[in-house]
DNA sequence: GTCTATACTTTGATAGAC
DNA sequence: GTCTATCAAAGTATAGAC
């Protein structure tokens, strides 16, 4: 039994994440929820901007767990982000391009109107950031270069969310996947990469 | 001289950047833009999704001279890369985190949204992919190759631009840069890369 | 093409009874 | 905590004179 606090916050993540922040009307949230319009003042007194807030700090905290329920059981680092790329692909398939980041539309809208929305969704990627950071480092990848692969695996996912979802493709998932992929294994410790790709020795494609 | 069609144009242009398209309304644009208001629906009979859709499609036209006017007299592919990536990191910085991608905002707000308005963005993102990847062509990289760079690049570039704005550093647009110049690197024809990096040869960054 | 005025809807938010 | 009723403001869009 869900309270129904939870049920707007669940409404409201569904309807910002596709809908956006300023395209989605609180009337909207509650009704879906099937909660009584007074109770969204009731649980969130600060209206609209503090279920945002709360919407945007609860998905980054769900997305956060998806991270380790992908890497916790991959054989190694390598695999983890490849997975992470095909299972991200596969869920933009399967709900029609709808369901990509949970926050980066609002993270957009907000930037630049919002400074308490803005921050929260910073608090959000870089907890995200530490959280592969901290996976790359056990995977014997230096500090400084660990958080610069974290970084940069999550923004080329972000990116390929908005090639995808407007192109109404998974390619750009793919690719982008395939990129990063490449650049964490150039990053390991020699030991341990594993099998490779062969490398070009020689022969341009060019005549 | 400036037409007032032209006028609510870059307006609207402008406010849907920072602010995205449901957060904008038709008066701000027009009041911002010196235009009556009446004019609007005079030059877009369609209304704020026509103003919408002519506003993707200006903006994404420039971004893509843009690209022209960098990758032209850049001496090579990647230093042109590497300075598409600093020249937008210094944007950022310049405009407080407001001006980086003019559609990105859209593009989510509108993927699942609006049909006419998706495929405007998914026409300007083919058109940036064309152009760049036409570009890595003639720096002698396959067809197939040189599409996956440009899909891949762009990504980069639009997923850095999230997340700089949100945590308000450049540090993710340089980053991705750097990423983003390494590949198209290592996707040249040996002959033509130049001065590389030193390869990692053998030593463990852990004991 | 522009002006003024306005219709109509939806928005976010509140009051007060229960 | 939930109900009904309602608010003022902002949203998009239109009408008709000039």
């Known amino acids: ?42 649980f969130f007194p600060g209206g609209k901007e503090q279920l945002g807030a709360e919407v945007i700090r609860r998905s980054g905290a769900m997305y956060l767990q998806l991270i380790d329920l992908i890497f916790t059981p991959a054989p190694d680092v390598v695999t983890a982000v490849s997975n992470f790329f095909n299972g991200a692909a596969e869920t933009l398939r399967q709900t029609d391009y709808a369901d990509a980041c949970p926050i980066a539309t609002i993270a957009l809208e907000v930037a630049s109107t919002s400074e308490p929305l803005r921050e929260a969704t910073a608090e959000v990627f870089e907890s995200w950031i530490s959280a592969a950071a901290q996976r790359f480092r056990e995977a014997g990848i230096s500090t400084r270069k660990a958080r610069e692969l974290a970084i940069y695996m999550i923004a080329a996912l972000e990116g390929a969310f908005v090639l995808s979802r407007a192109l109404r493709s998974t390619e750009p998932v793919k690719i982008a996947g395939a990129a990063a992929t490449d650049a964490v294994r150039a990053a390991l410790p020699e030991r341990r990469r594993g099998p490779q790709k062969r490398p070009r020795t020689g022969t341009s494609t060019r005549a």
């Open 1 to 42: 039994m869900t309270g129904t606090r939870d049920r707007i916050l669940d409404s409201g993540g569904e309807f910002f994440r596709r809908q956006g922040y300023a395209g989605t009307g609180v009337k909207q949230i509650v009704e879906a929820a099937s909660a009584p319009f007074a109770s969204l003042y009731h």
